[in-house]
C-alpha cells in the first residue's frame, strides 16, 4: 500500500502493546513518539532512525529457535529487516522478511508485539543511522527445513537452551524467553 499504512499500523502495534517491563513501557512511549513526529519513519529512507520489523521463528515444538549470522552485524541474530512500501501492514513486513530469510512457506505470525528494541547500525543506506525494531514471534510448520538467502553467513536452528554465546549480551536469550512464556501462535 503506502508508507501511510505502515505508520498506521506500527502505531496500532505499539498503542496496543502492553510490555511487562517499566523499561519496554518507557520504550513504547518513545517509539510512539518517533512515529509521531516522523510520517515517513517506517522506512529506510528516514536516515535519522526508522522502524524495522523482525521475528523469533521458533520451529513447530518450540524446542528451537531460527537464528542467522548477520553479515553486517556478525553475529547471530532473529530474522528481520526493513520495511518496504511494497508492505501493507507491519506484519506483512516481518513475515516477508522471515519468509524471504528463511526460504520456508507456511509460517504462521502471532498478530501481537513480543518486544521492542532499538540499537545503532550502520545498515544498507552506508551510513549511521538507529533501527527502531519492533519483535514479533513465528512459528514453523513441522519438518520445515531453512534455506539461507544471500542476506545471511549463515542459518540454523538452535536449541533454545543453547543458543550461541553472543545470546545472552544480545538479548537473543531474553527474546527466545518471552516467545516461550507467550506460546506458539496456531495455524
Not at 524467553?177 to 496456531?186: H, V
Amino acid at each position: 500500500m503506502t508508507a501511510e499504512s505502515l505508520h498506521a499500523t506500527a502505531t496500532a502495534t505499539l498503542e496496543s502493546w502492553q510490555p511487562s517491563s517499566a523499561a519496554d513501557e518507557s520504550l513504547r512511549h518513545t517509539l510512539l513518539a518517533f512515529l509521531g513526529s516522523a510520517p515517513r519513519g517506517c522506512l529506510r529512507e528516514h536516515v535519522p532512525g526508522h522502524i524495522t520489523a523482525s521475528a523469533v521463528v521458533m520451529d513447530d515444538a518450540g524446542a528451537n529457535v531460527l537464528l542467522t549470522l548477520h553479515p553486517r552485524v556478525g553475529r547471530w541474530i532473529q530474522l528481520g529487516g526493513h520495511c518496504e512500501e511494497s508492505d501493507d501492514t507491519l506484519l506483512d513486513a516481518a513475515m516477508r522478511e522471515a519468509t524471504e530469510e528463511s526460504g520456508m512457506t507456511g509460517l504462521v505470525i502471532d498478530p501481537v508485539l513480543l518486544s521492542a528494541h532499538t540499537h545503532p547500525i550502520t545498515c544498507s543506506l552506508g551510513v549511521p543511522t538507529r533501527h527502531l525494531d519492533l519483535r514479533f514471534l513465528i512459528r514453523a510448520p513441522a519438518g520445515a527445513v531453512p534455506v539461507a538467502s544471500d542476506e545471511s553467513d549463515d542459518l540454523r536452528w538452535w536449541p533454545v537452551d543453547r543458543l550461541p554465546d553472543t545470546a545472552r549480551s544480545d538479548g537473543i536469550a531474553h527474546l527466545v524467553d518471552l516467545a516461550r512464556e507467550r506460546g506458539l501462535p496456531t495455524v
